[in-house]
């Protein structure tokens, strides 16, 4: 069973509760994780550039981050958090709708709870052309 919680800490526009929870679980379904728990929370930039420090040392804010909560072997449990102000920056910069940018950072954040890394270029441009076909997909389907 796969069960995604949302929530809402900052208003995400054209973007529903229920629209989120369908596309991180056909993400799931489709890498063949069937049993998980995630949470996925849409902040701010201010939330998201505390997060970024405490966690990361980053001291600025991000798009998206993923922190798995489960051991390797149990059932996938994480969080996602996004940033709703870099994604409406990043639309813009991108000239793509605010609706696709939040749907490119759910399935990114999706992607590392299921395992895949982008911090080599080999492995990020793998899932930068998966989240791209997912991203094509849910937005197609939806």
Known sequence: MIEVQVHFQAPAGPISRTFIQSAISYV????????????????????????NKQYLNH?????????????????????????????????????????????????????????YDDSEQQSADKMRSMQEWYVRDILNEK
């Open 59 to 115: 001291n600025y804010a991000t798009d998206v981050l993923s922190f798995p909560l489960s051991e390797e072997g149990d059932p996938l449990e994480g969080e996602i958090y996004i940033s709703v102000e870099t994604a409406r920056l990043q639309a813009k910069t991108y000239q793509v709708p605010v609706k696709e940018e939040l749907t490119r950072l759910i399935v990114h954040g999706t992607l590392h709870l299921c395992g």
């Open 28 to 51: 799931l379904r489709k890498e063949k994780v069937a049993v998980a728990t995630i949470s996925c929370i849409l902040i701010d930039d201010m939330h998201m550039q505390a997060l």
